[in-house]
Antibody
Framework: QLQLQESGPGLVKPSETLSLTCSVS??????????WAWIRQPPGKGLEWIGS???????YYNPSLKSRVTISLRTSENQFSLKVSYVTAADTAVYFC????????????WGQGTLVTVSS | QSALTQPRSVSGSPGQSVTISCTGT?????????VSWYQQHPGKAPKLMIY???KRPSGVPDRFSGSKSGNTASLTVSGLQAEDEADYYC??????????FGGGTKLTVL
C-alpha cells in the first residue's frame, strides 16, 4: 500500500522560505506511470494545485505561483520537496502531496496534509 | 487559469439523489475525458471517488457515478447516506502534468 507523508516546519515567518518534504513508501518515486504533485488548501477554502514533478526531473508550476515555487526530486531517498519563497499570510494553508496517474491525470494517493502558518 | 465552477452547496435527504456540477471550458473539462472527483471530510485528505469521468476506484460504492456533457461534468450520489456529507471537488487535466480543481461543493445530508 502506497503511503505519502508530508513533513516540515509548521510555522514560517513572512518573507522567508517555506520548505516541505514528501516521503513516499510502498512504491517507487521513479515509476514512469506516475508523477507527483503538491496541492494546498487555505483554511476554509478549496484546493489549489501548486505544481508537479516527473521522475525525469521535469517540473510544472501553477502560473500564479511559478516565480516563488521550486519542486525537486530526491530519488535516492524516495522523496520530493517543495519550496515557496517570500511567503505571506496568504500562503497559510494545509499542504498536501499526492501521486498522479500520468495517463489520465487523477490523484490516487494523498498524504494526510500538513498545516503551515505564516506569521511573525 | 481559473478554477472550475461548482455550486457552493447542495443538499438532500437520506435515500435521495443529488447531483453536483462542474463547469469548465473546451480547454479542460470539455476537451478531455480526464475528469476526476474527490471527497473530503473535515480535517482529512481528499479521497478519489471517480476518475476518467465515469470510473470508480475499488472500494467506492456504486452509489457514486460520474458523467459529462460538453464542458460540464457531473457527480451523482444516489441513495444518500449520512456519511456522504462532505466537501466534493472536481478536477480536470489542462496540460501536460497540470490539473485544475473546482472550487468545491459542500454536500449536506438533511
Amino acid at each position: 500500500q502506497l503511503q505519502l507523508q508530508e513533513s516540515g516546519p509548521g510555522l514560517v515567518k513572512p518573507s522567508e522560505t517555506l520548505s516541505l518534504t514528501c516521503s513516499v513508501s510502498g512504491g517507487s518515486i521513479s515509476s514512469s506511470n506516475y508523477y507527483w504533485a503538491w496541492i494546498r488548501q487555505p483554511p476554509g477554502k478549496g484546493l489549489e494545485w501548486i505544481g508537479s514533478l516527473y521522475y525525469s526531473g521535469s517540473t510544472y508550476y501553477n502560473p500564479s505561483l511559478k516565480s516563488r515555487v521550486t519542486i525537486s526530486l530526491r530519488t535516492s531517498e524516495n522523496q520530493f520537496s517543495l519550496k515557496v519563497s517570500y511567503v505571506t499570510a496568504a500562503d497559510t494553508a494545509v499542504y498536501f502531496c499526492a501521486r498522479v496517474f500520468k495517463a489520465t491525470d487523477y490523484l490516487d494517493y494523498w498524504g494526510q496534509g500538513t498545516l503551515v502558518t505564516v506569521s511573525s | 487559469q481559473s478554477a472550475l465552477t461548482q455550486p457552493r452547496s447542495v443538499s438532500g435527504s437520506p435515500g435521495q439523489s443529488v447531483t453536483i456540477s462542474c463547469t469548465g471550458t473546451s480547454s479542460d473539462v470539455g476537451g478531455y475525458n480526464y475528469v476526476s472527483w474527490y471527497q473530503q471530510h473535515p480535517g482529512k485528505a481528499p479521497k478519489l471517488m471517480i476518475y476518467d469521468v465515469t470510473k470508480r476506484p475499488s472500494g467506492v460504492p456504486d452509489r457514486f457515478s460520474g458523467s459529462k456533457s460538453g464542458n460540464t461534468a457531473s457527480l451523482t450520489v444516489s441513495g444518500l447516506q449520512a456519511e456522504d456529507e462532505a466537501d466534493y471537488y472536481c478536477c480536470s487535466y489542462v496540460a501536460d502534468y497540470t490539473v485544475i480543481f473546482g472550487g468545491g461543493t459542500k454536500l449536506t445530508v438533511l
